[in-house]
Every structure is written in structure tokens, then in C-alpha cells.
């Protein structure tokens, strides 16, 4: 197993080849190689699996012409190179390697259908000057290709690679999403279904593809018959008997043995489901058999298993069945993820993966390889079979389907014979649709929908054999198998998978129907075939699970990573969610509620987390490769915690937050003068009162002597000053901000808050956590009657009627917003208690730490709830009255944002010093010229001070 990568087009780069090669050393440590030649480079990491002492690649006929990189490996390579042999061609090294390069050296092309293996091939025809890619029949080893941008050295130039990654680190490919990816992925749960990935500019070689590069450009096209073979196979109905069991045990025995072919340890990935423990018990077979093939298994065959104890799908139990099966000593590794672990493994989960997942059911692989990598290097498992021999629902209904319009009387005895399987499946759409609740289409933003709304997706295949086809080639092996090489190659271990050998692939479509369904049972033949070597318990087991994990528990016991996530910034930024909707379903799920299911939900997760790895711009030191071989996420050096802020900030004297001003003209003329106070993070363990008292304190010299002595607008006086407070430190000292996660909604809060207009300075109360807070704190009557009054106050044109009746309480109450600071994006929050006595009980602190001057100019300190549409005094001790003092906040000064500052000292009534000592004052306390430190603001607007 190895990884591959080049280009095509370009002057020779070797720097490029080896950022290339370097993104994807995890797939193969033990070797690297480049070869450049013309307008070919290619780039070869090793991961040594047979002659370890030769076969290093790129790898070059005698004559120089055919130069090979290639990755996987071709399991009748020994059979091939017998039949070169007698064509006079001579061999150097055992690899499987040179057999390819010599196979395509005499066969060109045609050369490919006569592997069987997994293979990812780039061959350099120097003579023809043409670069060759090709894909394995199965598509088992990926291969993905890019053409360069005109900018970047294209038109005519390609780039290809094993992983998607190399191209990324290429310099020569600028990341982007593929928006159509994105919503058929969200809106349909397909992906890895054709050529598209999710990055915009690069795709995917096809199972049994192949493309040629050259002067005259691209040209792809299908080398491989296999997918029209199948899909041409017409065996009978029925017919099975013991010849066509006898046959499939035989090859099935005949693909384990080519598969163990290795000269370093081999093991097994053990689920304790049947296609695994089938091949579990065909090795030990083979060991106690003492067959050469399985030499590299060693005395006892080692198992690979996650399990999950104390849930619902844990599969322990079968694991141990099948184990006990096994005649011959069996070592049996066991991990116990949990959901703690996986969520600390999920970036580089994500990162691993490259593109989003159906599922965190790929993650029990992930461990499962990692745990592997400590003790083998090549692990045996079992994908395939489900495609191939019905182990889906959808096929069996498919079967069903076709088997009624043909042979109706067959049809009904399959249908009471598949009862069991058919009621889960109908209980389960039943039970969906009487719970209502959103679709997911109500998850996505409208724009993001309107612009696909014509992308829709239907299963093919009418008949079985059609539907096994399409979920070989299209709909569901394509993705499993990418799962199985990701994983598999973060760790540096070769997966391989008996199932889909072509010839046994072949041998099964040829064989009758009722081989794959019959009397109820899929996976009739391989059933049949494992009856005497496994146990009932597995050969006769209904309830498959796989590898898999228990996504739904995980998801409850982790909702607080998940709430940080859907809160985020980047998340509300996002083009394709109604954030709001999302939350609201988010917190409908964890209640038990709605239609949706935790699948749903890791779909939005997993973009998110996809789109912060690979597509937002990050700091140079996030974009490392990860750790080499066996070394697992969890020994990757842990960040190191920040030091702790200090508790009082350094003064920002004279300085603004973005977008706002310093000087504000009130509607009579006269000026105020605001001071934002930066602080650090407030919390419920802090003290308001050190806090405020403390910060006030470091920035008195904004106030001077009763004049402003530096800075913007030095020489001007002011005749009072006030402390402003946000009600949201007050709120968050008082214990009245709660996490979203903590809150426990109703049916009553979900349903009320779906019918709140949302305004763009907040949800207020459009979300159920701040309907139920206000719900708790005033009572779901006084609730009902003002969400009565304010539906007829629309009715009559009036707006607002809903708080006058509700009262401040519920006014004061915000909900999380994305643009807020940690914890205020996650939390729901009750206004301050009793703010006019708290604001009397700061203003007595601040006025023990002032001189007496600036005292007797202090008229007191205001608790006040302002955003950007506005201010509300919601306590003050100063005897300003409450109309001024709000029209001071007008445009909310301290932001609305991640500006952190809750605290502003607020300098009424600004004059110039010279307009002071001359005595020009009016009646109204302003000076008859008005102030000069800036140029004249207009009334109502705002000027910005220096920062």
C-alpha cells in the first residue's frame, strides 16, 4: 500500500513533488521516490508489503520507456509473471510491482482487467509522451486529479494524487467547496456517487476507469467491463442447490488465500457480524490447515473488534461467538471508544477522511486501524458483501417489489417470509411521521435550497440484480471504501477485502436469485455456506449493526460540544443553514422529540468541521500532516492551555470599538463623551463589584481633573460623569446565564417561540431556551395573555404590546448570539436582578476609590440592556432621568460583538476649558459656543475618536 501522486504538463518541480509526497507520508513511511522527466513528475510513498527489499518505485523498465508509481497491490501477480516469463520477459525483484510495470509494458492498457487487486496505477510512456491513470475495477484505491488554473501554470497541466490532500499542498489548487456536493450530501445523504467531490476543481478517477494525458489533452474512459457484465446477467429465479454453495465456500476460500499474501503481519477486523466472521474463520481454517498462504498470519490470527459495552448496538457478544468458532488460537483485541474519546479524535477524524461521512459509524474503523497499526500491517475485513449479496433492507424491498410484479404468488410467500424485517422498517416511518416536527429541507437557508432546487436524487435499479449493481458501483461501496482507505492509511496498515474479488464477484451474479434472497434470509448462499462453521447466533442473526457506534447516546452525552459548534461564528456565517432552525430542531431531538435523528444532525456537524479544516483560512502552524504511522490523534503533542488573562485590562484611553464613536450630540445639543472599558472574560465566579471598581480605577486618567488633559479632544471639560454597566456581566455574576444544553424546554416554549419575529440584533425570544427562561421567570399564563395581546396589537397596527404586558423581565432576557464572546454565545440569559440596587451598590464602591474632585462631579452608575437597535435603563441610581441617560447609549458604544467591554465611564455635557473659565454657559448647563475637540458632530450622528 502506497501513496501516489505528479502532474502532468508542468517544468520539472521537484519542490512540488515533494510537498505532494509529504502530505500523504502516512500512506506510505517507509520509502519516497520521485521521478521527473519532460513535462511528467511523479512522487511515490512506500509502505513496504512484499519484497521489502526491492520494488521501490517510481519503478522504470530496463529500456527506460515505462516508468511506474503505483498503489495496492495485485494478488495474482505471481501467475502474471509466470506468463511473462514464457514471453521472454525478465524479472529483477519478487514485488508485485515490476509485474505490473512489465503487464503494461506488454499489454498497454488491457493490461488492467487482468488484475486482481486493488490498484491505483500512474505510468509514464516516455516514447509517447503520455501519462496513463487507472482506478481498480472495485475503485478499492482512490485516485483523484485536478487541472491547474491558468494563474497557477494550467490550462494544460493536471495534477493527480492518492488523497485529496497532496493536491491542497500543491500551491497550484486553491480550496473551495463544491456547493452541489455540499446540498446533495445534506439534502439527500448521497456523496462519492461519480466523478464530484466536495472540493470545487477536483475529482475522482471511477472504478474501473481509466485516463491518459498528453499533448492533446485528457481523455477518460472506462477500461473495465465488469459493471456492464453484471449488469447484463440474467441467471434464473431460482435454482440454488448445494453445487452453487459448494462453489461460493471454494472461492470465497480462494480470494482469503491470494489476500494473505505478505511478507509482513497480517490480521483480521472482526465486528461479529457474518461477512467478517466468515472471513475470520476462513483464515483460521487456513492456519490450522497449515496452508503456505498463511505464513504471514503467524501461530495465531489476530482479531481487531470495537465494542461497545453497555449500549444498544454493542456487538461483543457475537465477536465472542465468533472467536469460539475458531479452532485454532485467536488473539482478540478489544476497544471500548467512547464518545469523550471520539470527540477529541474529530479533527483529525475529519481531516482524515478529507470529505464529510455519512456517519460517525466510520470512527469504530478509525480506532479499530489504529489499534491494528501497534501490532499489523495488513488487516482483512469485510466490505463488499452487503453490496453484492443483499444486506440491505432497501434491496430486499427492491427484490420483493420485482418478485410481486412477475410472480405474484412467489412475491407473498417472500413477503410473510421477510415480515419481521418489513415491520421494523414500517414502525419506523410510522413512528417518524407521528412526531412530526421539521423536515430537514427547514434546516437549510432558503437561498441554499432555491439554488438546487432542481437537484434531486432517485435510487437506481428496479430489479435486484440492478439494484446490487448500482449499490456496487454508485451508491454505497464507493463511500465504504473510502472510509476503509482513509482509515486504514492514517495508520500506515493495508486494508484488503476478500469480498470483492472479480471473480467471485462474477460467480455470485451468475448464481440464481434465491442464492441472495430466499424464505426471508439475505446473503442466502454465504448463510449456507458458514452454517456448520459458525454458530447460529451469526448465521442466523437478523439485527445487523457493523461496524458502527452508538451515535445517538453519543450525541446526548456530548450536546454541549455540539450547541458550541451550531453557536459558533463561523457556523451563523455559513450559506447553507437557517442557524435558527437548526438549533431549535438540535434541542426538539434531545427532547424526544421531531422527525429528524441524530444522522441529520452529524451531517451539519461534519460540514462545519470540513469546511474549518480544509476551506477557511487558518494560522501556518494548523496546516501540519499529522502524525506518521501507528501514532494515534490522542498522542499528538495537546495544546498548551493559555495563561490565565490578568483581572484588570490594560487602559484603552481614548479608543473606540469598531464602527462606533467616541462623541455623541444629543438631540438638545449638548455632547457626551463615551469611554469603553475593555475587561476580561466575566464570569459567575467573579465579583462585579472588584470588577467594576477596579477598572474604573485603572482608567481614571480619561477624566483627568474634570477635564481631559491628553489624547483626543485634550482641553475639554465636562460638568458630570457616569459609570454604564452592561446588564449581561451583571446577569452572568447574578447566576442568570444558563447554558443552552442546561435548560430544560417544554412543549410550551418550542411551540410559543416558533411564532416570535426575529430581529437582526438578536433571536429574543425566537428560540425555545429564552421562551422557557421567560416562561420560568413570569409564568407560562402571563406568558400566553401577552403573546394574546401582542397578536391583537398587530392586528390594530400596534407593536410592542407583548413586553408592555410580559414586563421587563422578559424584555431583559437575550438568548445566544453568534457574534458574542464565550460563554454569551451559548448562553440564554435572565436579565440582572434588582439592577437599581446593584447600581447603587457600585456607584458606593467607586466612590471610595475616587479623589474628591472627580467624586463630586460622579452622578452615579447605570445598568442598562443595549444593542444596536437601542438602549434600556434597567436600573440606575443617578437622578438623570431615564429618557437622557438612554439617548446617551443611542448606538450602543460598547458593541454588540467580541469587543469585551462592559464597562463605560460616560462624560456628560462636554465644553471647551476656555468656554468655562470665560463663564459662557446657557441656561442649560451648555456652553454658549460649543465644543471643539473634534469637528462638529451633526445631531443624532456620532463622531469616532482616535483608537
Known sequence: MCGIAGYFGLEADLGLLERMGAAQRHRGPDDQGTHVDGPVGLAHQRLSIIDREGGRQPMATVDGRFVLAYNGEVYNYRALREELEADSRTFLTQSDTEVVLQAY?????????????????????????????????FGIKPVHLSRISEEHGGPDAWLFSSEIKPILASGRHEPAPDERAIYRYLRHRVHDDGVQTFFAGIERLLPGEMATMSSRGLERRLYSTLQQDLSAARPPATGAGPETVAAFRDGLAESISLRLRSDVPVGTSLSGGLDSSAIAVGIDRLLTEDDASAKAVGHRQQTFSAVFTGYRNDEERWVDDAVAACSGPVE?????PTSTEMFADLIDFVRTQEEPVVSTGPYAQYRTMQEASRHVTVMLDGQGADEMLAGYVPQTVSHLRDLMAHDRRAGIREVVASRDVLSTVVRARLRTRLRGGRSFGELLSPDFKAAHVDDTYAVGGATLRQRLVHDLFVASLPALLRYEDRNSMRFSVEGRVPFLDPQLVRAVFAM?????????????????????????????RRNKIGFTTPQNEWFREQREFIYQVLLSESFASRPYFNRVEVLNAFEQWLSGAGSLDSMAFWRILNVELWLREFIDPKPVSETAEPADSAESAESLEPPQPLEPPARVAAPTVGATNQGKAL????????????HPVRTPLVTESDDLTSVVVDHVRAHLGVLGKGQVDSGPGAGVGFRRWYVFVSEKVVATTQRRSFYVWDIPVTRAARLLSRHVTRTPAGIGLGSPFTMQLA???????????????????????RRGLFYTVAGGEVRAIDGPTEYSVPPANMSAKLGPKD????????SAAIRQVLPEDLAATFCGTVVVDANDLGCNVLGTDAPTSVPRLERMFADNPLGQGTQQTPIALVLDDLRSVSDRRAGEVRRDGMPAKPPSPTRRPRVGHATKGSA
Open 663 to 674: 462623541d455623541l450630540v444629543l438631540p438638545d445639543g449638548s455632547v457626551v463623551r463615551r
Open 835 to 842: 439592577p437599581a440596587a446593584v447600581a447603587a451598590t457600585l
Open 775 to 797: 416562561i420560568d421567570e413570569v409564568g407560562l399564563p402571563r406568558v400566553l395573555v401577552a403573546a394574546a395581546a401582542g397578536a391583537v396589537g398587530r392586528l390594530f397596527g
Open 105 to 137: 509494458a506488454a499489454w498497454g492498457p488491457q493490461a488492467f482487467e487482468r488484475f486482481n487487486g486493488m490498484f491505483a496505477i500512474a505510468v509514464w510512456d516516455r516514447d509517447e509522451q503520455t501519462l496513463t491513470l487507472a482506478r481498480d475495477q
Open 512 to 540: 440464481p436469485d434465491d442464492a441472495i434472497i430466499r424464505d426471508g434470509w439475505n446473503k442466502a448462499v454465504l448463510r449456507d455456506a458458514e452454517q456448520d462453521i459458525l454458530p447460529a447466533s451469526i448465521t442466523r
Open 332 to 336: 482478540s483485541h478489544r476497544i471500548r
